[in-house]
């Protein structure tokens, strides 16, 4: 009766680590997944169309103060390209780069653009610094809080002078 006890008692011990181990990996693996979920990079977000808006919206509304170029004429404005633009874009939501903009953009008049111009000029800062369009073209960045705070901005690592006027950020 001893040893049959000791065997019941090493498959139960048997039985709770095989599910001990499956628990620690199914909870691991689902931490995984959701900070992947949480953390995808904005990369490939924004559409042909939009970035082009995104373009006119800016020559229009930011580009009198930060340069139709991206290099600020203004001394009071940053340049939206270069190492400044990265120091303060890279691993940022894009809902916190979003709100930035929108609550305090054209300095004149904060929130005077509707908030899909506000998405349209954040995908061409982000396309003439690096990151490019959706190839396709059919998803359309929405004002949509959720999404933005799940994605990261990931500039690339070797982007040229990141101006418009010099073609390094632009992808058609």
Not at 27 to 52: C, H, K, N, W
Not at 113 to 138: M, P, R
């Amino acid at each position: 009766m001893n040893c049959s006890h000791q065997v019941t008692r090493k498959m139960i011990l048997h039985q709770i680590c095989r599910t001990a181990r499956f628990l620690i990996t199914s909870l691991l693996l689902g931490s995984t997944a959701a900070v992947l979920a949480q953390q995808r990079i904005a990369t490939e977000v924004f559409t042909a169309d939009q970035l082009r808006n995104g373009e006119r919206a800016y020559q229009a509304s930011c580009g009198g103060c930060h340069g139709m170029d991206l290099r600020r004429t203004d001394p009071e404005a940053p340049d939206l390209t270069g190492a400044a633009f990265r120091f303060g874009w890279q691993g940022k939501a894009l809902a916190e780069r979003f709100e930035k903009i929108r609550g305090s953009m054209p300095k004149a008049a904060p929130r005077s653009l509707d908030d899909q111009s506000y998405l349209d000029i954040l995908g061409y800062l982000l396309q003439a610094n690096g990151v490019s369009a959706v190839s396709g073209g059919d998803v359309v960045l929405r004002p949509d809080p959720g999404l933005l705070q799940s994605l990261r901005i990931e500039l690339p690592l070797n982007t040229q002078s990141g101006s418009p006027a010099a073609g390094s950020g632009r992808r058609r």
